[in-house]
C-alpha cells in the first residue's frame, strides 16, 4: 500500500483556517486522496476525497499538488468540535485488494479557545 | 439517514472466552469492513467483505473468523480471547469497493477482556 506521511500534531485557534499537510510520493496515478477524522471514543468519519483536482464540500477543502505527491486539507474556521485525528489515506487498485482503506499515523489536531 | 449500527456497544468477556460482535451496515452498502483499535492506537484492517465474499485480510488472528450474510449485516466471531484484544471494533460500510466512494463508519464495540 502507498505510505502517507503526516505531522503528529498541529494547533490552532478557534476560528482560523487549519491547514493540515500530507505527504504521499509514492501515489500511483489510480490512487484516491481520502480524508477521514476521529473525534474522541467515536468512529473515524469520512471528510472529503479526491484525486487530481482540488475539491470543496461543506466540511473542508481538499487541495491536491499538481505532481500528487502531496495534499492539504484545510478546514475554513475551526472549531472546537474540529479537534480530532485527521487521516490521509490513499485509497486504490492494488490487486484484489480493491479500495481498503488503511490508517496510518494521523495528526491530531487540538482547537484553542 | 440510516448509519451503520453495531452491537453490543460494550462487551465484557473473560479470557478464553468467545465473542461475536455484529455489523448491520447502511441500506444497499455491499462492501463491509472491519477495524481493531486498541488503546492509543490507530484502527487496524482486519477483514473485508464485497457481496457476502471474503475480498481481503488484514492483520486478523486466526482466532477470529467473520462473515457476511445474505441481508449484508456481518459478524466477526473472536474465539479464544486474550488480554490483548481488549480495544474497540469498529466496522465500516460502503456501495461498493472502488477506491472513489466513501466509507460509513459505525460507533464502534468496546471488548474489554478480563
Known amino acids: 500500500d502507498a505510505k502517507t506521511t503526516q505531522p503528529n500534531s498541529m494547533e490552532s485557534n478557534e476560528e482560523e483556517p487549519v491547514h493540515l499537510p500530507c505527504n504521499h510520493s509514492?501515489?500511483?496515478?489510480?490512487?484516491?486522496i481520502h480524508w477521514y477524522r476521529q473525534l474522541p471514543s467515536q468512529g473515524p468519519e469520512y471528510v472529503i476525497h479526491?484525486?487530481?483536482s482540488n475539491v470543496n464540500n461543506r466540511m473542508a477543502s481538499l487541495a491536491i499538488a499538481e505532481d500528487r505527491k502531496s495534499s492539504t486539507l484545510i478546514l475554513h474556521r475551526a472549531t472546537l468540535r474540529d479537534a480530532a485525528v485527521y487521516y490521509c489515506?490513499?485509497?486504490?487498485?492494488?490487486?484484489?485488494?480493491?479500495?481498503?482503506?488503511?490508517f496510518g499515523k494521523g495528526t491530531k489536531l487540538s482547537v484553542k479557545p | 439517514a440510516a448509519g451503520v449500527i453495531q452491537s453490543p456497544r460494550h462487551l465484557i468477556k473473560e479470557k478464553r472466552e468467545t465473542a461475536t460482535l455484529k455489523c448491520y451496515p447502511i441500506p444497499r452498502h455491499d462492501t463491509v469492513y472491519w477495524y481493531q483499535q486498541g488503546p492509543g492506537q490507530d484502527p487496524q484492517f482486519l477483514i473485508s467483505f464485497y457481496e457476502k465474499m471474503q475480498s481481503d485480510k488484514g492483520s486478523i488472528p486466526d482466532r477470529f473468523s467473520a462473515q457476511q450474510f445474505s441481508d449484508y449485516h456481518s459478524e466477526l466471531n473472536m474465539s479464544s480471547l486474550e488480554l490483548g484484544d481488549s480495544a474497540l471494533y469498529f466496522c465500516?460500510?460502503?456501495?461498493?469497493?472502488?477506491?472513489?466512494?466513501?466509507?460509513?463508519f459505525g460507533q464502534g464495540t468496546r471488548l474489554t477482556v478480563v
Open positions: 465500516a460500510s460502503s456501495l461498493m469497493r472502488t477506491p472513489n466512494t466513501e466509507a460509513f
Open positions: 509514492t501515489i500511483s496515478g489510480t490512487d484516491y
Open positions: 479526491g484525486l487530481t
Open positions: 489515506i490513499l485509497r486504490g487498485y492494488y490487486g484484489g485488494s480493491q479500495g481498503n482503506l488503511i
